[in-house]
């Protein structure tokens, strides 16, 4: 047994009472987390806390009250960038269909100039969601959404970028494959390079000759990069992945680079 021989207090330290406002709040929302009479309201106000973990708790009660007591709400809702972000969050993860035009549109009326990194990443997962969850957006929809954000590609962060590459490939944008092969390019790291690469397969179009030549290239230099014993399969897959969307025309324009082996590191194919 361990006992303890010094001339030191062995008294607990007095408690820590700071933050213990921001728990008891948090505690408070937590508990509407149900069906209940009046949680719309109690818990309304604090969509657009400072803190995060607050305002997931607030829009957690709001999400398990009917959507239909909130939806309207939620696309009116205009008290700060942070409130409106998380009170369309629940919505795209609530709502059905036939919310998706005025979710998008609600959305659409944020001022990116305004908004923090953080804010338009919430942004952009609003848009996601809203896709994933309420259906794939009509043509029209993606080039109005897609008309939003391409001016925002590239951004300075490395996390934006991410994020807007996918939901731009995701949306057929005009102009994306050029922006990220120069991304590619330029990446200082090969989980960049990967990112890119990996998003970039899935795009439909425009492309030309001579980005898809870009493209395919990289996976030649590519050979080079190291990871674990998966890790050349895998690239091996975005590849193949990328090669099935050809059309046959294509595949006979780039048949060099289709072909071409690199000169160290694993074949290809």
């Known amino acids: 047994r361990v006992t303890w021989t010094g001339s030191e207090s062995v008294q607990p330290p007095p408690a820590d009472l700071a933050g213990q406002e921001a728990r008891d709040l948090r505690h408070s929302l937590e508990q509407l987390h149900r069906p209940a009479d009046g949680a719309l309201d109690k818990a309304w106000p604090y969509l657009g806390h400072a803190a995060r973990a607050i305002r997931f708790a607030a829009r957690t009660a709001i999400e398990h009250q009917p959507v239909g ?42 001022n990116s100039a305004d908004l923090s990194e953080m804010q338009l990443l919430s942004a952009l997962r609003v848009a996601g969601l809203c896709f994933i969850r309420m259906g794939e957006p009509s043509e029209d929809v993606a080039r109005a959404v897609a008309a939003v954000l391409n001016p925002l590609y590239p951004a300075r962060s490395v996390r934006l970028n991410r994020e807007l590459c996918r939901m731009l490939v995701y949306l057929n944008a005009e102009g994306v494959a050029g922006k990220t092969l120069e991304l590619l390019a330029k990446a200082p790291s090969q ?79």
């Open 191 to 269: 989980e960049e390079q990967i990112h890119y690469a990996y998003c970039l397969r899935a795009l439909k179009g425009p492309w030309t000759i001579e980005q898809r030549t870009k493209y395919f290239q990289w996976f030649v230099s590519s050979t080079t990069l190291r990871g674990g014993n998966s890790f050349s399969g895998f690239l091996k897959n975005i590849r193949q992945e990328a090669i099935d969307r050809l059309s046959d025309a294509e595949k006979v324009a780039l048949k060099d680079v289709l072909e071409a082996q690199p000169t160290g590191g694993q074949p290809l194919v």
């Open 69 to 110: 007591s909130w939806a309207q709400r939620a696309l009116a809702e205009s008290s700060s960038n942070d409130a409106k972000l998380t009170a369309l969050l629940a919505l795209a993860r609530c709502g059905d269909k036939s919310l998706q035009q005025p979710l998008l549109e609600s959305l659409g009326r944020l």
